[in-house]
């Protein structure tokens, strides 16, 4: 587990403490009850200020899953 995937776990922990590391990894909108629009802005805003990026409105409807958010650092994040 690179660095970002540890950061980011983080990030998804704060918002969702009820799942453990293996549940985030594979958290989706569709699979966690608590995530919806709010949740996703919250998110959007944690991950921000955690890799000191900002996420793009054309870039936040992809951003629906653990996997994504990960693929999307990895593409603009040093590791």
Do not use: H, K
Request: charged share 25%; hydrophobic share 45%; with cysteine.
């Amino acid at each position: 587990m690179d660095n970002r995937e540890v950061r980011l776990t983080r990030c998804f922990a704060t918002l969702f403490p009820d799942l453990t590391p293996p549940e985030v990894r594979l958290a989706s909108m569709s699979s966690v009850a608590a995530w919806d629009s709010v949740a996703t802005v919250t998110l959007i805003n944690l991950v921000e200020e955690e890799f000191g990026i900002q996420v793009g409105l054309e870039e936040v409807e992809q951003l629906v899953s653990f996997q994504e958010f990960l693929r999307y650092l990895q593409e603009r994040t040093p590791a």
